[in-house]
Each structure stands twice: as C-alpha cells, then as structure tokens.
C-alpha cells in the first residue's frame, strides 16, 4: 500500500473518532440529566426525625444487650 493510502486511511479514522466525541459532548450537554444537584439540605424536622430514629435504634440494641 502507498504511504498516501495509509495517511488518507488514518485521517478517516481520526475524522470518525472526532466526529464521534463531539456528537457524544454534544448528546451530554444536551441531557438534562447531568445537572442533578443533589440531595435537598436537611432540614429542621429532619434532623429531629433522624435523631428520634437513632436514639430508639440505640434504646433498642442497649435492651437486646441487657437480655442477652
């Protein structure tokens, strides 16, 4: 194969390649899924809820201890 072959193969390959990364950015951008912030602050009552929840797990498992 002539050297002018290979390079004009491999130009089409990087073309392609590149081609190929800008529609995947451009799909990407596009998505509305990649903007999630994250999880909302806590709030107040949460942290009440939370530690309700925690101080009766921690009741719980002193009682199963005393038990056992």
Same mark, same amino acid.
């Given at each position: 194969? @002539?050297?002018?072959?290979?390079?004009? *193969?491999?130009? +089409?390959? #990087? +073309?392609?390649?590149?081609?190929?990364? %800008?529609?995947?950015?451009?799909?990407?951008? $596009? $998505?509305?899924?990649? %903007? #999630?912030? *994250? @999880?909302?602050?806590?709030?107040?009552?949460? +942290?009440?809820?939370?530690?309700?929840?925690?101080?009766?797990?921690?009741?719980?498992?002193? *009682?199963?201890?005393?038990?056992?």
């Amino acid at each position: 194969m @002539p050297v002018e072959e290979i390079n004009a *193969g491999e130009n +089409d390959n #990087i +073309d392609q390649m590149l081609m190929e990364r %800008h529609l995947s950015k451009k799909a990407r951008r $596009s $998505s509305k899924k990649n %903007h #999630i912030k *994250g @999880p909302k602050k806590r709030t107040e009552e949460d +942290d009440i809820n939370f530690r309700q929840s925690f101080e009766k797990m921690i009741m719980e498992a002193q *009682g199963m201890e005393r038990v056992n």
